[in-house]
């Protein structure tokens, strides 16, 4: 593989992204989700170039600044409002946790060997980005499963929605581009509902932990 395969920047996020649940620290989780969008804002640009189909290279210019600069910043807004700083009730220890995510990226190999996968052309797609996306949605699940804060669960359906996005990418050289900039949409709003529902939650309940939220108040 050389350096202008996309293949290369979706393992590499997959890669980072396996990291996150190892950490409980909210800061260090935005920052390694800025690195795997960015990665994947790079692996878009790519394709574009390799394919010659310039509309993704503006959803990749989106990609790398609403979606791995923005979010985060916004969320590290919002967890600097709520004063939080670590999700110290996860379900699940934070290395058993990271654990579990490295062997579902290994999982992800064997579960899309057998797929029917396109024809790689100039260095695109193929069962290596595949393998990837599956990867990054497994991650973001274990993410919603074993995080207690609403900002990590939300920063687990940013991961789901990336792995869903390299799958898409890989596999049909991206979707159209107002599908594409609709989707984008879809999820800064959901993102921003997010931020406001969490600062609804922090008034009401004096706390942000998703498994405590069964006890209603009057």
């Avoid at 923005?70 to 807004?77: A, E």
């Avoid at 058993?96 to 899309?112: K, N, P, R, Y």
């Avoid at 100039?122 to 499963?145: E, P, V």
């Amino acid at each position: 593989m050389n350096a202008s395969n996309p293949e290369i920047y979706v393992i590499a996020a997959a890669i980072v992204a396996t990291l996150m649940p190892g950490s409980l620290h909210i800061r260090v989780n935005l920052w390694f989700y800025g690195i795997v969008t960015f990665l994947v804002a790079i692996a878009t640009a790519l394709t574009a170039i390799g394919h010659a189909e310039f509309g993704l290279l503006g959803v990749a210019l989106l990609i790398a600044v609403l979606k791995a600069v923005g979010i985060p910043l916004s969320l590290l807004w919002t967890s600097g409002r709520l004063n939080v700083s670590r999700d110290k009730g996860c379900f699940l220890p934070a290395p058993l946790a990271m654990h579990s995510s490295i062997l579902l990226l290994g999982a992800s190999f064997f579960l899309t060997k057998d797929l029917p996968l396109p024809v790689v052309e100039n260095g695109g797609g193929g069962w290596l980005g595949a393998a990837a996306g599956i990867s990054l949605i497994f991650t973001g699940l274990i993410l919603m499963l074993t995080r207690r804060l609403a900002i990590s669960q939300i920063l687990g359906f940013l991961i789901i929605e990336n792995g869903i996005f390299v799958f898409a990418l890989t596999q049909t050289r991206g979707m159209p581009l107002f599908v594409e900039m609709g989707v984008m949409l879809d999820v800064l709003v959901g993102v921003m509902i997010g931020g406001v529902l969490i600062f609804k939650i922090q008034k009401s309940f004096e706390h942000i932990d998703v498994a405590q939220l069964t006890d209603l108040r009057d």
